[in-house]
């Protein structure tokens, strides 16, 4: 072993991990890598290595400088990938033989270190707060009813911000107001708008919202709870307490080191407070930030991210760290095809709208192919038909082709890109049914469904029939959420006349009668939650959580009916009717069928994923490009080539908030939404490592899609 007070020159670092690895790094990775104090601005595009270098930067840190790893915070976009990044750094000091601890790297998304920074030293404005998770917050906002009753009633004055299309005659449904509200309120904070500023204005749609996001904060302290966004609010006043100074500056008498490094992963997707908590960090390290991203491959505007952090991240260094970055750019795609370079080169070069002021980073370079895949035959080709149908079925023949002449040896190695993975006609619907009908495995655990596998119906049916005797509330209801609930209520009617399900029958019809017996306002000794894990309990339930699959949606499921019952009277507790005997509180009942049901209608439920395994093998995998960023695929297939961009809510709202915001949109929002638009097909056409395939009809595809 070598010990840490011997230290390594990086140079020979860099050829310890090469041989260990059986990587070679570039000259512009090895400038990275070895960088020494100060900022450092790495822009890399596809498939250049970009992990690798943030990985062997971080290896350099601790090997060489003699930085403790709990001295550095490393922070990328996921937990997935924080974990990959950590689970890569340890294997490394394991290959090369030194006795490091790496797991001490703090490290995660920036939301989880703000919690866990926070909640390690003990930060009093936030220890004693609930953090809502992405279920748990809507249920919240959902229960404030004079906010939702503003948006409602005002909801033209945002109406951008209604994706789905709203009945003027009626207005939006309760739940469609929770969405605009909750979106709308991360903006305000991610953006750090002036909200006392706002409120000031002759706007009615700006002065209401500052009023009503005010009421908002001050529900959210008064239940001692906090949303993610809010989160990071706090962790910039934290920084600036005696607590924060004791975090960045450590303690000798407590054994608590300094940070002296802040490497962050991703920055084009950073939003403005999150990059402003980096700035303050920055500051008081020394300057010695390392930020790592790709303008061309910003995707999350709407979740808050400006990619303007990481095309100005330079003029931030001069203007606020009064320093000069080093910049860095990886250019050598070590991925994809030549030809396949070849095309998102000319892709990106030939949209005039990436040209303007603020679309990409300074001094950035074209691609070049320096990857082992080679091969004369034509690397992007396209599968047209004059229906979508027509094309997923040629689509399904040649996939079949490329397995039958063992050009894939695994369907994983296919990975079909969409705007949208719900398998309806205008996005997954025609390519899936193809496959499907050619018995080729799919995997789409995103395509917002999973409430309709037979199994999650019949549960849901089982739960609502055993409390709403004689499915009087259900009498109430009408619209989607009635035809979802009709959906439940028929799979476990039919479920019930099966042999295998005679314990669950006799439970329900055994509660029922006990139901029947209830006098009128009586608080019972059981929960909501109580009568679902009973269910649980029974077969032919029981039998399936021993399958790994049914296991993480049976975990799905519960969390989220947990979180609809923690905003419900007293946590869920069940109480009998204060009007009629014999029936379960009808307000309750009416709850579990608008709100429960109803936030399942507005965002579906997703099928949860294998953090360990992202794409399983066996399954041709159907993702949306947001999903595939960051993976590859030997063949790659993107649809939707009749495409043409649009400004949206994201962009609305950039522009709705500028004024009061300190940070300013680049350009109209227009050309925001067109640079998005093609960002995104960059993405997609360089997940493709040996074909792209471009898929659609006929006569339907834009210069937007293929470029100028």
């Known amino acids: 072993m070598i010990a840490l007070s011997q230290g390594l020159e990086a140079a020979e670092l860099i050829q310890r ?14 400038t990275a890598i070895s960088h020494g104090k100060g900022p450092l601005w790495i822009t890399a595009g596809p498939g250049s290595g970009k ?14 400088d003699e ?16 974990k990959s990044l950590l689970n890569r750094v340890s294997s490394y000091v394991d290959d090369l033989g030194i006795d490091v601890d790496a797991t001490s790297i703090r490290t995660g998304t920036l939301h989880s270190i703000c919690n866990s920074v926070m909640r390690d030293f003990r930060y009093p404005d936030y220890i004693d707060l609930e953090l809502l998770d992405e279920n748990s917050r809507p249920f919240f906002l959902y229960n404030q009813d004079p906010i939702i009753e503003y948006f409602q009633e005002r909801w033209q004055r945002y109406q951008p911000l209604f994706k789905y299309g709203v009945n003027p005659a009626y207005g939006p449904n309760k739940w469609l107001a929770t969405d605009a509200a909750g979106y709308l309120f991360d903006r305000v904070t991610e953006f750090r708008v002036d909200v006392d500023k706002m409120g000031e204005s ?18 959210l302290r008064q239940s001692y709870r906090s949303d993610l966004s809010v989160l990071q609010e706090y962790f910039l006043q934290f920084l600036g307490t005696a607590h924060g100074k004791q975090f960045l ?20 997707d950073t939003n403005p407070i999150q990059e402003d908590i980096y700035f303050l960090i920055a500051k008081a390290i020394g300057n010695n930030i390392t930020v790592v991203g790709d303008d061309d491959q910003a995707l999350y505007r709407f979740r808050g991210g400006t990619v303007d952090s990481l095309v100005s991240f330079g003029d931030r260094c001069r203007k606020e760290l009064g320093v000069e970055p080093k910049t860095v750019n990886l250019n050598e795609n070590l991925r994809s095809h030549p030809g396949i370079v070849d095309w998102i080169n000319n892709y990106i070069s030939s949209e005039k709208v990436m040209q303007q002021k603020g679309a990409r980073a300074p001094d950035k370079r074209e691609m070049v192919a320096k990857g082992p895949v080679k091969g004369d035959y034509p690397p992007v080709c396209a599968i047209l038909g004059r229906r979508a149908e027509d094309a997923a079925e040629r689509l399904g023949d040649f996939l079949l082709s490329l397995k039958r002449d063992k050009l894939i040896t695994d369907w994983r190695d296919v990975g079909i890109l969409f705007r949208s993975t719900r398998e309806g006609p205008r996005n997954a619907g025609p390519y899936v049914d193809a496959l499907r009908a050619r018995s080729i495995p799919i995997y789409n ?18 739960l609502v029939v055993t ?56 608080v019972l000794g059981i929960t909501l939650m109580d009568v679902f894990y009973r269910i649980l309990s029974l077969p032919p339930f029981t039998d399936l959580k021993s399958d790994p699959n049914y296991a993480t949606r049976f975990a799905e499921i519960t969390d989220l009916l947990d979180a609809f019952s923690a905003f419900t009277l007293q946590y869920g507790v069940l109480r009998s009717s204060s009007s009629a005997e014999g029936l379960i509180s009808f307000r309750f009942l009416q709850s579990l069928y608008r709100e429960f049901t109803g936030f399942i209608d507005t965002y579906g439920l997703n099928d949860p994923e294998d953090e360990e395994e992202v794409m399983p093998a066996g399954y041709v995998q159907v993702m949306t490009v947001h999903q595939a960023k960051g993976l590859q695929f030997p063949v790659v297939v993107v649809d939707n080539l009749g495409d043409t961009p649009k400004s949206g809510s994201d962009h609305w709202t950039e522009d709705f908030l500028a004024s009061w915001s300190r940070r300013k949109p680049f350009g109209t929002a227009q050309a925001r939404a067109e640079q998005d638009f093609v960002r995104r097909y960059y993405v997609a056409y360089s997940r493709a490592r040996n074909l792209l395939i471009l898929c659609g009809r006929q006569n339907s595809t834009t210069s937007w899609v293929l470029g100028e």
């Open 17 to 30: 991990l090469e041989k260990v690895t059986g990587n070679t790094y570039s000259d512009d990775q090895k």
């Open 51 to 64: 992990t690798e270098v943030l990985v062997a930067r971080t290896l350099k840190l601790i090997l060489c």
């Open 67 to 82: 930085i403790k790893p709990e001295s550095i915070i490393l922070t990328t976009f996921t937990e997935r990938a924080s």
């Open 202 to 219: 002759d706007d009615p749609a700006a002065s209401g919202l500052a009023r009503i996001y005010k009421q908002y904060r001050q529900g």
């Open 249 to 268: 500056g450590g303690d000798e008498e407590r054994d608590i080191a300094p940070v002296e490094y802040l490497l962050v992963d991703e920055f084009q």
């Open 445 to 462: 655990p995103r395509n917002r469904a999973l409430h309709e596998d037979p199994v999650i119906q019949q549960i849901f049916g089982a």
């Open 467 to 522: 409390l709403d005797r004689d499915l009087v509330a259900y009498g109430s209801i009408s619209g989607r959420v009635k035809d979802m609930a009709d959906d439940w209520i028929g799979a476990y009617q039919a479920l019930a006349r099966m042999p295998q399900a005679k314990q669950l029958a006799e439970y329900v019809k055994e509660s029922q009668q006990s139901i029947a017996k209830l006098p009128i306002k009586e």
